[in-house]
């Protein structure tokens, strides 16, 4: 622009502004300065005065220009250079609208330059142009104006989110330590708690079986339903660990709802009898897509609940039909839930009128662990309740495509105790009691245990003695991990011998561990009879 206006005026003004211009340039290493401040952001608003004053000095130059050439009488050379600096200017506004000083030192003094310059040369048409140009600032003023406003909310809200972000990443962080820490503490108390009661439960198991036929055994027989009443709390608390672990994994297929409802009856007429109420399951021709164990574990903990808070009348499981989904409602008269209480009932330890914890009606376990059930099939649930009338809770099944042929739900082939045994045994367990608890249970059985506290007496039996089955406990003395040092012992002494672990434990991560590990498992406290069971599966061909 400055060639063509200096090839065609001649005038000594052009190679002044071309001066000013070049100085002006010399602002540009200072840009470079701020971007390589490490201290920018701490010092923003020396930066922010040092930007206003460059774009002042910027727009001042080219609000000169029209007083060094603006070309008198020659209309295209103007129009050229009034395009040239509105044009900056509406190209510079966007780019700094987020200060209104800058927008102000920016377009202020090159259009007041420019419409001055226009007005001195006395003329009605570029006084015209003059109040153009100032027109045209106004409105340009007003639109920085409302973009700085904009831009300026925009911001805001997007620190603000940010700021709240930050917030809710750092009680989320919180909240999973506090959550790492209970899970933590919860684990270390049921395992350092399944431990005596383990013991406990074996020896109650063998006094139970010495004192047949005396009056005393009536007393060793409430002793181990109180064992039992204590371990089936605790054997709830390991299912909720294990399904918040993601150790449990379904195994969907086709199958007959008459095989769960079959199954499901007698686990309950007997205690729906002694409570004076009437269980009625309808059997049904249904055939629906689930896990038939989660979900006869799912129903059972329905009816389970529906029968403690049902103090008259009956409990009714039903499956109907509803286009390509199963209903399958567990229906009660019981005392009914409050709207209140509706949205806290699947809660963790939640129960309703129970202010007494009395122990009969469960720890509040129960639909929680229906909730997680639901959830791991992709079964909704739903629940409606009026007080003092009742309660349905509503599952929702896909209803198969075709239906297979019939496979009812596994059950053993005949009584544990009529099962062979394994007549050798090797128990590590690094406590004294549990091995000799297990040792007079196991002797009975006609069984012979040798019990040894680690790995290095183990190594020893095995490699003087033949057994026919390894218990081991998966946290041994000093830290040991169990299922390493069987592992290690099978390898190196015994090849194929059957490995049965025992733990208490219920840390997420453990239970992942045992389940990837592939071997059996019982979970103390063991009852007698699934340890009978599970030995005579080590067993099985």
């Not at 999973?176 to 399944?194: C, G, I, P, Q, V």
């Not at 409430?222 to 399904?243: E, I, Q």
């Not at 993601?246 to 009856?265: C, H, S, W």
């Not at 199963?326 to 330890?349: K, N, Q, S, Y």
């Amino acid at each position: 622009m400055v060639a063509l206006y200096w090839w065609q005026l001649r005038e000594p003004g052009v190679l002044v502004w071309w001066g000013l211009h070049i100085l002006q340039t010399l602002r540009y290493p200072l840009l470079g300065r701020w971007h390589r401040d490490p201290q920018a952001a701490e010092r923003s608003a020396h930066w922010a005065r040092v930007h206003v004053r460059e774009h002042a000095f910027y727009s001042l130059t080219w609000g000169l220009a029209p007083w060094c050439f603006l070309p008198a009488g020659n209309q295209p050379l103007t129009a050229l250079l009034m395009l040239v600096i509105l044009g900056i200017c509406s190209a510079g506004v966007p780019a700094m609208a987020t200060r209104w000083a800058s927008v102000l030192a920016f377009t202020v003094p090159m259009v007041l330059g420019l419409a001055s310059a226009l007005l001195w040369q006395g003329d009605t048409l570029h006084a015209f142009l003059a109040g153009c140009c100032l027109v045209y600032l106004g409105a340009t003023l007003l639109f920085a104006r409302n973009l700085h406003r904009l831009l300026t909310e925009a911001l805001h809200t997007r620190f603000e989110k940010e700021a709240l972000a930050e917030q809710l990443a750092e009680q989320m962080a919180i909240t999973r330590r506090a959550s790492e820490d209970k899970t933590r503490f919860f684990a270390a108390a049921s395992h350092d708690l399944r431990q005596p009661l383990h013991a406990i439960a074996l020896f109650g198991a063998v006094i139970e079986r010495e004192l047949k036929g005396r009056s005393a055994l009536a007393h060793a027989q409430r002793l181990m339903g109180a064992v039992r009443a204590l371990g089936a709390s605790l054997d709830t608390m390991l299912d909720v660990s294990r399904l918040d672990a993601g150790v449990i994994e379904p195994e969907p297929q086709a199958l007959a709802l008459a095989d769960v409802f079959t199954a499901l009856l007698p686990l309950f007429a007997n205690r729906a009898e002694e409570a004076g109420l009437q269980l009625r399951i309808r059997a049904t021709g249904l055939w629906v897509r689930s896990d038939p164990q989660l979900l006869l574990r799912l129903l059972a903990n329905l009816v389970e609940n529906a029968i403690k808070y049902t103090p008259r009348g009956g409990v009714l499981v039903v499956a109907r039909l509803r286009g390509r989904r199963v209903w399958v409602e567990v229906i009660d008269t019981g005392i009914g839930i409050a709207p209140e209480h509706a949205g806290r009932v699947f809660d963790e330890f939640y129960q309703v009128d129970n202010p007494g914890r009395d122990r009969t009606r469960g720890l509040g376990m129960g639909l929680a662990i229906v909730r997680r059930l639901a959830a791991l099939l992709e079964h909704p649930i739903a629940l409606h309740s009026h007080p003092g009338r009742g309660t349905r809770f509503r599952i929702e099944l896909p209803l198969a495509e075709a239906p297979p042929a019939r496979a009812p739900l596994p059950l053993p082939a005949e009584p544990a105790d009529q099962r062979a045994l394994p007549q050798r045994v090797l128990l590590i367990d690094d406590e004294a009691d549990i091995a000799q608890a297990t040792g007079a249970l196991l002797g009975g059985w006609g069984v012979q245990l040798t019990a040894v506290d680690g790995e290095a007496r183990a190594a020893e039996a095995l490699a003087t003695q033949a057994f026919d089955a390894l218990i081991c406990d998966f946290r041994l003395a000093d830290g040991a991990d169990g299922l390493q040092v069987a592992q290690r012992l099978r390898e190196r002494y015994a090849p194929g011998l059957p490995l049965l672990l025992v733990t208490g434990e219920t840390a997420p991560e453990r239970l992942q561990r045992l389940r990837d590990a592939g071997l059996p498992v019982l979970y103390k406290p063991v009852d007698p009879l699934r340890l009978r069971q599970a030995l005579a599966d080590l067993m099985a061909p």
